[in-house]
């Protein structure tokens, strides 16, 4: 269950915590080359895209699972603001 209230310098150290701990983790890139997982229990993913230095955290009910919901939210996102072709739609 999350915290309801966090003081603003509990969150700022909260935050250098986690930067000093994401170089310690060990990711598993056995599913991607570039997009390793660590399962942090219940659930929850945190993901690392080694290519451009970025984490996601995420819920999924697999490993296999977290690696295609992030795949899949980095394309959306990649594409964003395209401008789609209305002849095929």
């Not at 570039?34 to 819920?59: I, S």
Request: aromatic share 16%; net charge negative; charged share 30%.
């Amino acid at each position: 269950m999350a915290q309801t209230y966090v003081s603003f310098m509990d969150k700022i150290k909260r935050v250098h915590d986690m930067k000093n701990a994401l170089p310690c983790m060990e990711f598993d890139y056995s599913i991607n080359p570039y997009l390793g997982f660590w399962y942090a229990g219940e659930r929850l993913y945190l993901l690392n895209d080694c290519m451009v230095d970025a984490y996601y955290f995420t819920e999924a009910d697999s490993s296999y699972k977290a690696v295609e919901k992030v795949l899949k939210r980095v394309d959306e996102a990649l594409h964003a603001g395209e401008p789609v072709n209305e002849e095929y739609e």
